[in-house]
């Protein structure tokens, strides 16, 4: 058993740090909801922009006509809005499942190689483990 | 500033869930500095989803962890870890294809110099320093744990979690780890060892808890109602 008095400095030290830690609100980790306005305001944006150029063209009125661009140019807007929050948001999810991929398949590829590899030690500033080297041919 | 008394790590009703799925009903546990906790239980009980809550990896949906007194509950895993919470997974988490070295070198992140953190490395563990230069997969079960301590050393640790050490390890080297694992809770390290298999860590651990099926029933010194206690709950006898 490990009955020796513990020092509290290091103790000490950790209380102080996690007491300046900021710990995010879990309210304000949406991910999944911002994900989902960007495809919304995207979609609507679309919509509204498609919708505004028949509406300009359809009449001759200036004022009927400034109403639609302004519809049609906040629709762009709204488009352009959304596709940044959909991709800012999609890429973390993607990225994330790639790198947790790249690091299965180096580890699978890791102990493809450990199966190969002598279990005596290397020489000292062997730069290869031991792997033999994939030079290119001469030409 | 949190209660630096007080214990370093508590778990007060933590509940934890898969996908809706209720895996921990309320565990309280805690661990001063200095001192090792053995948790115990048998398999799916949720011992490594304790330690995952512990560490931040993975969120509580109730309850509270404070960690030297501050509630850190929805506090990211990379924020409690420069804190000073180590976790060493089950499956010890070493680069098989890289050398012993270069495993140490991937620690320089924390802001250490490599001299540094071999000098503390090797004299800690000298069986390191002798295989320095070899691939890391190549090293014996004992001797990669001892690599995967080692690295979580070199965060200068408040609270270390061991998931599982002895997993596919001979006794006399599951022994040996853990004198060393007495070894760092006397530094002022608050251990928290999550063990399937109960003998080896008791011989260290100041504390023991039993969990079962999300609960922890039993808790107290490591004596002889513990051996009771645990044959119940693995054998199936407990209610």
Known sequence: MTSSPAPRPRAERFARELAELKIPDPATARA????????????????LGAVAFPLAHGTDNSLA???????????????????????????TGFLRFWLARQSYDLELL??????????????????HHGVPRTDPAPR | MGAVGGPLLELSGVRAAYDGITVLHGVDLTVDAGQVVA?????????TTTLNVASGVHPPSGGRLLLGGRDVSG?????????????????????????????????TFTGRAREEI????????????????QAAGTLSGGEQQMLALARGLTTDPAVLLLDELSMGLAPLV??????RVADIAREG?????????????????????????????????????????????????AP
């Open chain 1, 32 to 47: 999944a909801l911002w994900l989902r306005l960007g495809g919304l305001l995207m979609a609507v944006g679309l919509v």
């Open chain 1, 65 to 91: 006509q400034g109403d639609a661009l302004a519809v049609g140019l906040g629709g762009i807007a709204a488009a352009v809005v959304g596709a940044a929050l959909f991709l800012r948001y999609s890429l």
């Open chain 1, 110 to 127: 890791g102990e493809r190689l450990t199966t190969t590899l002598p279990t005596h030690p290397l020489p000292e500033g062997d730069p």
């Open chain 2, 39 to 47: 948790l115990l239980g048998p398999n799916g009980a949720g011992k």
């Open chain 2, 75 to 107: 506090a990211r895993a990379g924020d409690l870890a420069r804190a000073g919470v180590c976790l060493i997974p089950e499956g010890r988490g070493v680069f098989p294809n890289l050398s012993v070295r270069d495993n140490l070198w991937m620690m």
């Open chain 2, 118 to 133: 071999e000098d503390a490395a090797y004299a800690r563990f000298p069986v390191l320093g002798d295989r320095r230069t």
């Open chain 2, 174 to 179: 599951v022994a040996d780890l853990y004198e």
């Open chain 2, 189 to 237: 390290v608050a251990v928290l060892i999550v063990e399937q298999f109960a003998a080896a860590v008791l011989k260290i651990a100041d504390h023991a808890a039993v969990l079962a099926r999300g609960r922890i029933p039993w808790q107290g010194p490591p004596d002889r109602s513990l051996h009771a206690e645990l044959s119940s709950y693995y054998l199936g006898s």
